[in-house]
């Protein structure tokens, strides 16, 4: 009877870890980033301590970036030489931010990362035209050195806030280089998701290791999640992304704050 009732405790756990996957990661593929801002809290609340869901969901949310790099691949909207320039910007700020992460106090780190997430939404909402269409600028040597300065800034905020940086990067490539919200999602999801996000779980992996039972589905779950969320935000548009992306932001902004209130 006990093994029984294990085996159903067991599935029950595999099938919630299934669906909080999915549907984080879903959305975060519609919205350019904010897995992390779902999942990671659902790590916690389903019982693992936080260093230990840290780590589990960064490995998860690399198939996230997987699942929408498909995708996204095959629209052409990526320019290889400037992913390099993202990665190159990036990756050491991530790693470096990633050794950081489990000495900054959890509570600080929830304030920063609420008001950073809200602002992000509300900025989005009053620029009623922004990354609806692509207007290329700053591409020049002093273009790039900021940009690039800002984006390794940002890499730190993914290694140490540990979620919803991918939104950053989003409008940051809108804002600065021109993009509309399209292509700043294809840039975000495979260079984010798969390579930043990437470097970030291994570097953690080394001081905390995760709760392996419980990945195979939270990779599952975060690669159909991409893929699916993907393949809606080709093809809807930049005004169905821009609406999920603030709607996304907001809530999750506005929902941190108050926790971190009520602590």
């Given amino acids: 009877m ?3 009732m294990l085996d159903v405790s ?58 929408a790099s498909v995708k996204h691949i095959k629209t052409g909207h990526v320019h290889w030489s400037f992913a390099a320039f993202i990665l190159a910007a990036g990756l050491p700020g991530v790693v470096l931010g990633a050794y950081w992460v489990l000495a900054i106090p959890e509570l600080i780190a ?91 779980a291994l570097t953690l992996v080394w001081v905390q290791a995760p709760q392996w039972s419980w990945l195979p589905m939270l990779l599952l779950g975060s690669l159909l999640g991409g893929y699916f969320g993907a393949y809606w935000a080709i093809a809807k548009g930049n005004h169905f992304i821009k609406r999920i992306f603030e709607g996304l932001t907001i809530i999750v902004g506005v929902s941190l704050l108050l926790e971190a209130w009520v602590c």
């Avoid at 549907?23 to 389903?46: C, K, M, T, Y």
């Avoid at 909402?125 to 800034?153: D, E, I, M, Q, Y």
């Avoid at 806030?161 to 999602?185: C, E, H, M, N, P």
């Fill in 110 to 200: 929830q304030v920063l990362l609420g008001v950073l997430t809200l602002a992000l939404g509300l900025y989005s909402v009053f620029k009623p035209t922004l990354g609806v269409a692509a207007v290329a600028r700053h591409r020049s040597a002093l273009g790039l050195g900021v940009g690039g300065c800002v984006l390794f800034l940002i890499g730190v905020l993914n290694g140490s806030l540990t979620s919803g940086t991918g939104l950053f990067v989003t409008v940051w490539l809108i804002r600065w280089f021109g993009f509309d919200y399209k292509q700043a999602l294809a840039y975000t999801m495979i260079l984010v998701g798969l390579f930043w996000n990437g470097a970030g």
């Fill in 10 to 67: 067991f599935l029950l756990e595999q099938c919630i870890l299934l669906l909080v996957s999915f549907v984080a990661n879903l959305l975060s593929s519609l919205a350019g980033g904010g897995a992390g801002l779902l999942q990671l809290p659902a790590l916690i609340f389903l019982g693992l301590p936080f260093a230990v869901a840290l780590t589990t969901h960064k490995i998860a949310s690399v198939a996230l970036g997987l699942g």
């Fill in 2 to 4: 006990w093994g029984d």
